[in-house]
C-alpha cells in the first residue's frame, strides 16, 4: 500500500510522512526527491512550476508509485499533488493508495515558511501554490494545524479501520 500525503509546502507533508512510516515500519520517500536540477533551480530562483514544468517529474513519480505496487512495498510518499490532474497521474488505484491531505490556513503555512531555512523552496512562492490547490473530495483531511502525534495517531487510526 502507497499512503500519499499532499498539501501545500509547509503543510507538514515530510515530518508527517517520516513519522508515519516510523510507527507503521514502512519506507518513506519524499516527492521532492524525484525534482530535476533544473526544476529545483528554478523554484530557488522564486519562479513557480509551469504544468509543463511539472509533467515529467509527476510521471517519474507515477513510475515509482507502480513499480511500489508492483514489488508489494508498503511506502509513506510525501507529495504536492495540489491539482485534480496531478493526483490522476499518481494515483493508479486507490485499492493500492490512500490520499491524506493536509490542510492549513495561508497564515499557519506562512509562518512555518518563514522559520524554515536552507529549503529550495522560497516563501514567495507559496501563494501560487494555494492558487493552484484544488483540495480533494477523496481524501482523509486532517488540520495541518494539529500536533504532529495527533495528526499521525489519527492517519494510523484512519488506515487501521480501513485495512480492518
Request: net charge negative.
Amino acid at each position: 500500500m502507497i499512503v500519499l500525503i499532499m498539501g501545500v509546502s509547509g503543510s507538514g507533508k515530510s515530518t508527517i510522512g517520516r513519522r508515519l512510516a516510523d510507527v507503521l515500519y514502512w519506507e518513506f520517500a519524499d516527492a521532492d526527491w524525484f525534482h530535476s536540477h533544473v526544476n529545483l533551480e528554478k523554484m530557488r530562483a522564486g519562479t513557480p512550476l509551469s504544468e509543463h514544468d511539472r509533467e515529467p517529474w509527476l510521471y517519474t513519480l507515477r513510475a515509482a508509485i507502480d513499480r511500489w505496487i508492483r514489488e508489494e512495498q508498503h511506502v509513506v510518499l510525501a507529495c504536492s499533488a495540489l491539482t485534480e490532474a496531478s493526483r490522476r497521474i499518481l494515483i493508479p488505484d486507490r485499492c493500492s493508495m490512500a490520499l491524506v491531505y493536509l490542510k492549513g490556513s495561508f497564515e499557519l503555512i506562512q509562518a512555518r515558511l518563514a522559520q524554515r531555512h536552507h529549503h529550495f523552496m522560497p516563501p514567495e512562492l507559496l501563494a501560487s501554490q494555494f492558487d493552484i490547490l484544488e483540495e480533494p473530495t477523496d481524501a482523509l483531511t486532517i488540520d495541518a494545524a494539529w500536533p504532529p502525534e495527533t495528526i499521525t495517531a489519527r492517519i494510523k487510526e484512519h488506515l487501521d479501520s480501513a485495512l480492518s
